[in-house]
């Protein structure tokens, strides 16, 4: 464990990715609760709903129909929150202007893409298997490879696992008009994280810039390298399979931990274990793997509290359009938001204090990793077939 | 107007205070929503409830119980997130240790209030007159004037306003054992926004650390001061009183602006005109501005929808113990964020894209401060008396 003593007192965490603290209150889960409760969801869903504009040959809000794809299926958004054709754009910047130093804005431009991981309406992460989950493992690689940017030092990987992940015979993704920057896979799974369609799904947010976030792991991993030689992640993974205290579960791939920076109560990060930079490095066994460890958080999740487990996840990897440095200062990783804090019903909001000041949580990543460690095993409820 | 393309195209906005990012896509509300509705909130509470831990004279978790106050009512929080005292804990640092610089913990102590803002039940701070929220506004000034530390370059305005400013007879703070470095008040309205109890309050967590939100913003400020010679909030708001399209309002002392990097769909910035560092530099006359300005606020966001509008809001200012520049550097602001989008039942969700790569709003702050400016008047609803 660590210090004994911090399961008692007030204390900040660092997060290394991304250079920041947050406080860390491991008494306060004692506390009355008479605030607002999530209702517990129920998988009472059908296999198909004819007005879920995800399934299997219906429309779309604009008028598309959906092929009767088998397992994974992806489009470009209805309503991107960017656009690949915009008007231009140059904004004056002139260092004597004061408007041009405090009302600074830049064009953004893209390709927001949704798909969905499987026909089945009812389907989750958690009641899919390795092997379901595998194809769309390999679909986000084929759509991370074909938007690679013709200098990328990844290329060469991206040829590969595209003459060697089968073709989606259910709508294949096109290259992008303009090179583009950065793509972000992530999911909203549940109401509480605001998705709107329970048909299981992820979105796939290509941008001409790189965002904040991933900004700042990659000004981080890069400083740790400069400072000490190794990788941030790959010295973390090392230091966890050691301690074990916030170790969820491994495979010969892939750890899952309970970061000692997590902030959300029960946010883990699936890291690998060698230096894998991007999707396009992974091979057949390590896809497979990957699948397995993205099934058991899901899984563990749903067992926790018995309940269809909302979270928000998000992988972090190599830019689209990068140097060879910034290539090899990528460590592939992904990451878990779940809301949940002591029940079904009950979620942490990160509001007031947190907004204003400071993130914070109340039971420590020692304590959440223990419980995930204890809810291993067979999903809970009946899986779907 | 800012160039007009900025209502149309996808685009990042720069925040100064915090030296980020924002995504901004206007025309992203157009999409249909089948996803999570809040429960719009009925004024049909009593005026006293007896199950109330606020309520004057009721009896809290613990045991104790509240004085029958008239207006406002400070206890030290039940449930803290930091306590004034814990165990020692020094955590040891070498740097040639991978723990030492992955596993960083640092102790922290400070002292959290509760503070109501009215005897009523019932009341939120836009059924409040200004002259009701005087009183709020005193005793937030009396508490960050009895934190200061001795050395303090705002001690000479402290001492003055705890002469001058009436004591509150139900209940005065105390100074706290150690010197804290840092006070934030805030509100959590709602339960959209993790509040658990209607009755108007608010909290003030006062730590032996300076958070990061109120630290990036120092940073950010004196950088601008040393690069220009003036302050960042001081040319902002002269700013904003020439362009005038965020402006929401205005009286002598304070502007109220959704700033130009403003996340929440409609959040708003309180800042002072002239060079405000805290609390006590404010005299009578601004304290009574100041509670126009926060009236104003909250009457606008509830007739928008007109509904309970949920937000959690909390001040900036100069730390509790700090150097005579830092305290220089400071500018006094209220900051609200509010989670309402389209009506009072769809709210806008912060989470996968703006979680994992960068936070990202649907409505430009043009555009949500043109509303806001449309909404002042009478309070929706039947005012309490
Ligand atoms: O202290 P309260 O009101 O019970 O709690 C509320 O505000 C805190 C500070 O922003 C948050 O940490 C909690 O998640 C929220 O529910
Ligand atoms: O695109 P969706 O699923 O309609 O929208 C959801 O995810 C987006 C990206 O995280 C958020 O901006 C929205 O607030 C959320 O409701």
Chains 1, 2 share one sequence.
């Not at 260092?95 to 953004?108: G, M, T, Y």
């Not at 941008?207 to 991993?221: D, I, Q, R």
């Not at 274990?273 to 057949?284: E, F, Q, S, T, W």
Request: hydrophobic residues 35%; proline residues 8%; aromatic residues 10%.
């Amino acid at each position: 464990m660590p210090d004994e003593v911090l399961n008692d007192i007030s204390h900040r965490r660092y997060n290394p990715l991304t250079g920041s603290w947050l406080l860390v209150s491991p008494h306060r889960t004692k506390r009355p609760w008479q605030g607002a409760q999530e209702t517990p969801s129920k998988n009472t869903l059908p296999s198909y709903d004819p007005k879920c504009y995800l399934c299997p040959g219906n429309k779309r809000a604009q008028g598309d129909s959906n092929p009767r794809y088998k397992n994974t299926f992806a489009f470009v958004n209805d309503y991107s929150a960017v656009k690949e054709t915009q008007q231009d754009y140059h904004p004056e910047t002139n260092k004597d202007d004061v408007a041009s130093l405090l009302l600074q804005a830049r064009p953004v431009t893209g390709r927001c893409y949704v798909l969905t991981f499987s026909a089945k309406h009812d389907a989750t992460l958690a009641d899919m298997t390795p092997e379901e989950i595998v194809p769309v493992i390999n679909t986000w690689t084929r759509i991370y490879a074909s938007h690679l940017s013709p200098s990328h030092p990844l290329n060469g990987q991206a040829a590969y696992v595209l003459s060697t992940i089968p073709e989606n015979p259910d709508g294949e993704v096109t290259p992008p008009k303009h090179q583009l920057k950065n793509m972000q896979i992530f999911e909203n799974k549940g109401a509480a994280m605001g998705c709107s369609n329970p048909h299981p799904h992820c979105q796939i947010w290509t941008t001409s810039t790189l965002p904040e976030e991933p900004g700042k792991e990659l000004v981080n991993m890069r400083k740790y390298k400069s400072d000490t030689g190794r990788h941030l992640l790959g010295d973390y993974v090392k230091l966890e399979l050691e301690k074990k205290e916030r170790l969820v579960w491994e495979n010969d791939s892939f750890v899952v931990v309970c970061p000692w920076w997590a902030l959300w109560p029960f946010e883990v990060l699936i890291i690998s274990k060698r230096h894998v930079r991007a999707l396009v490095d992974l091979d057949d066994k390590e896809r497979l793997e990957f699948a397995q460890a993205v099934q058991e958080v899901a899984r563990r999740y749903d067992n926790l509290f018995e309940t269809n487990f909302p979270y928000s996840s998000g992988i972090h990897q190599a830019p689209l359009d990068c140097t060879e440095e910034e290539a090899e200062m990528s460590w592939f990783h992904m990451h878990f938001y779940p809301p949940l804090l002591r029940s079904a019903t009950v979620k942490k909001f990160l509001v007031g204090y947190e907004l204003m000041a400071e993130p914070q949580r109340d039971i420590t990543p020692e304590q959440a990793a223990a419980k995930l460690r204890d809810c291993g095993g067979e999903l809970y409820r009946k899986s779907l077939q």
